[in-house]
Every structure is written in structure tokens, then in C-alpha cells.
């Protein structure tokens, strides 16, 4: 039996995803069952609960052999974590597979730019995680293909899209692929003490993103570069929550001056596959793109 933690979000609903078609037996904690679908909780068993609430975590550990750990962006990541790894402890769970970010150790290399303040949140967490004694996997990846996804409207009507990144550099990686790697983990022996830092197969600015975008749609997209502060005031404006708008400012920094032009093969010497390009993610969603 494995269980998963944020299994209504981009990473925990693709493992379950896959793990569903693979036949796995699966054990899901939600805050929110009704965010499952019908088919889905025929197939599973769900634990209604949250990360504030011990006797959900003590349930939905019971008998588990493994467990899925992802906790949402926010303040209280490295907290929440801590309340399952615990509850994992409690429980005696052989094993924990953590999804981390990709630069997490990367603090001495940043210079003078800013450390995007979810990193040492998940550092604090992987720490917490090693300390337990429970076998563990961290895997940290890039930044997701599918967050790309958030300025369809905007290259749909405009033909543009804004961000703080500058000339900075990224290997996005699918989501699916992700999945994939913790999906090994969750089912393969061999991960135990093992940290993946996974990313897509190209380093990308965003200049080349819109160009990919552009080149599925058929129509032209641009990269409209803004002051970070102004898109963090903007976010705010929008409703976003202030610490989550700060995070993303943080990062976009980080990104912009340099720090996440990172590219790794552990996917591919993981999986004999070669990650989703970036075309392919774009060619997967023409329509919401607006081909």
C-alpha cells in the first residue's frame, strides 16, 4: 500500500495517475475528497484529513509501505512535512519519497541573489527526513512545463506573455515525467538514500519558450520582460497571497540572474527514456495555447 499526500495537485495527481493504470494499491490523504473524481475513489482508499490533523495522518498511515510526501507552497512547508514524516515514524513506514526543488543546495553558488525562501524551507525538510531513520528518496526537480500553462489567456488574447526571468535560463521539465521518477521509487527497490535532481532536456530563456509556443500555434507569441517588484505588486493585486507573491518574485530573481541554468540526465539514466522536450509539452496543449 502506498500512500499520497498531495494527490489533488500537478505531481501527487499524476503519480496517481500512474500508479492507478499500473494496478498499484493506493492510499490517498485529502483535505477534500469531492476534488477526486468518482472513478478515481473506486480505485483507491481515501483518508479524509489535512497535515494540522494527527489522527488523519496516524490513519492513513496504517499498514503502508510507502509514502508520497509533497505539502503545498507555503510558510508552514518544512511544518507540515515534519508532521508526516513523523507520522511515517510512528508508524514505522519503511519508506518516504520527498518531491524537493531543484537547487536547494545551490545556496553558495547564488552571489548575491536573493535564495528564493521556499528553498531552505524544503532543505529543512529533506534534513528532518534524513534525520528520521526512515529510508528515503528526495527527487528535485526544475521548474514544471505545465506552470507555462498560466499565461495561455494572455498569449491567446495578447499573443504575449510577462515575467521577471530576463535572459535567464531554465530546463523545464513535464510534470508526467516527474511522476514517473517518483513513481519508480515508490515501486522499485534501489531508491533508498538517493537524491535525483531532474530537469527536461534543454536549458531554455523565456525569449526561447515564447519561440516554441509560437512555433505550435502558428501565430506569433513575445516575452515581455517586467521589473520583478512589479510583477510581485501585480500578483498582490490580483489576490495573490503577499508570502506566495514574494516566493515567486524570489525566484524569478534567482532564475534571472543565472542560477537555474541547470541540466541533468538522471531522467533519462533513470528510465531509458529520453524527458519530454519542451515542443512536445507545447504540441500536447496547441488548444490551450490557442492553435
Given at each position: 500500500?502506498?500512500?499520497?499526500?498531495?494527490?489533488?495537485?500537478?505531481?501527487?495527481?499524476?503519480?496517481?495517475?500512474?500508479?492507478?493504470?499500473?494496478?498499484?494499491?493506493?492510499?490517498?490523504?485529502?483535505?477534500?475528497?469531492?476534488?477526486?473524481?468518482?472513478?478515481?475513489?473506486?480505485?483507491?482508499?481515501?483518508?479524509?484529513?489535512?497535515?494540522?490533523?494527527?489522527?488523519?495522518?496516524?490513519?492513513?498511515?496504517?499498514?503502508?509501505?510507502?509514502?508520497?510526501?509533497?505539502?503545498?507552497?507555503?510558510?508552514?512547508?518544512?511544518?507540515?512535512?515534519?508532521?508526516?514524516?513523523?507520522?511515517?515514524?510512528?508508524?514505522?513506514?519503511?519508506?518516504?519519497?520527498?518531491?524537493?526543488?531543484?537547487?536547494?543546495?545551490?545556496?553558495?553558488?547564488?552571489?548575491?541573489?536573493?535564495?528564493?525562501?521556499?528553498?531552505?524551507?524544503?532543505?529543512?525538510?529533506?534534513?528532518?527526513?534524513?534525520?528520521?531513520?526512515?529510508?528515503?528518496?528526495?527527487?528535485?526537480?526544475?521548474?514544471?512545463?505545465?506552470?507555462?500553462?498560466?499565461?495561455?489567456?494572455?498569449?491567446?488574447?495578447?499573443?504575449?506573455?510577462?515575467?521577471?526571468?530576463?535572459?535567464?535560463?531554465?530546463?523545464?521539465?513535464?510534470?508526467?515525467?516527474?511522476?514517473?521518477?517518483?513513481?519508480?521509487?515508490?515501486?522499485?527497490?534501489?531508491?533508498?538514500?538517493?537524491?535525483?535532481?531532474?530537469?527536461?532536456?534543454?536549458?531554455?530563456?523565456?525569449?526561447?519558450?515564447?519561440?516554441?509556443?509560437?512555433?505550435?500555434?502558428?501565430?506569433?507569441?513575445?516575452?515581455?520582460?517586467?521589473?520583478?517588484?512589479?510583477?510581485?505588486?501585480?500578483?498582490?493585486?490580483?489576490?495573490?497571497?503577499?508570502?506566495?507573491?514574494?516566493?515567486?518574485?524570489?525566484?524569478?530573481?534567482?532564475?534571472?540572474?543565472?542560477?537555474?541554468?541547470?541540466?541533468?540526465?538522471?531522467?533519462?539514466?533513470?528510465?531509458?527514456?529520453?524527458?519530454?522536450?519542451?515542443?512536445?509539452?507545447c504540441a500536447d496543449n496547441k488548444p490551450a495555447f490557442g492553435a
Amino acid at each position: 500500500m502506498i500512500l499520497l499526500t498531495g494527490a489533488t495537485g500537478m505531481v501527487g495527481g499524476n503519480v496517481l495517475t500512474q500508479l492507478l493504470a499500473e494496478g498499484v494499491g493506493c492510499r490517498v490523504l485529502v483535505r477534500d475528497p469531492s476534488r477526486l473524481n468518482e472513478t478515481q475513489r473506486a480505485r483507491m482508499e481515501v483518508v479524509e484529513g489535512n497535515f494540522d490533523d494527527p489522527s488523519s495522518l496516524a490513519s492513513a498511515m496504517k499498514d503502508v509501505s510507502r509514502v508520497l510526501l509533497v505539502a503545498p507552497l507555503g510558510p508552514r512547508l518544512a511544518e507540515h512535512e515534519a508532521s508526516v514524516i513523523d507520522a511515517a515514524l510512528a508508524a514505522s513506514v519503511p519508506h518516504v519519497v520527498k518531491i524537493s526543488t531543484l537547487g536547494v543546495t545551490q545556496d553558495a553558488q547564488a552571489g548575491d541573489a536573493r535564495v528564493p525562501r521556499q528553498y531552505p524551507l524544503h532543505r529543512q525538510s529533506e534534513e528532518r527526513l534524513e534525520r528520521s531513520g526512515l529510508a528515503y528518496t528526495h527527487l528535485r526537480p526544475g521548474p514544471f512545463m505545465q506552470n507555462t500553462l498560466n499565461f495561455a489567456p494572455s498569449i491567446k488574447s495578447e499573443g504575449l506573455f510577462r515575467g521577471s526571468w530576463g535572459t535567464g535560463r531554465m530546463a523545464y521539465i513535464d510534470v508526467r515525467d516527474v511522476a514517473t521518477v517518483a513513481v519508480r521509487a515508490l515501486i522499485e527497490d534501489g531508491h533508498e538514500g538517493k537524491t535525483y535532481a531532474l530537469t527536461g532536456p534543454e536549458s531554455l530563456s523565456s525569449a526561447d519558450v515564447a519561440s516554441r509556443i509560437s512555433a505550435v500555434t502558428g501565430h506569433p507569441v513575445q516575452y515581455v520582460d517586467v521589473p520583478v517588484e512589479g510583477m510581485v505588486q501585480g500578483m498582490i493585486a490580483r489576490g495573490v497571497p503577499d508570502w506566495f507573491a514574494g516566493a515567486m518574485g524570489e525566484v524569478q530573481a534567482y532564475i534571472r540572474a543565472g542560477h537555474a541554468d541547470i541540466v541533468t540526465d538522471e531522467f533519462a539514466r533513470l528510465t531509458g527514456a529520453q524527458p519530454r522536450s519542451f515542443a512536445q509539452f507545447c504540441a500536447d496543449n496547441k488548444p490551450a495555447f490557442g492553435a
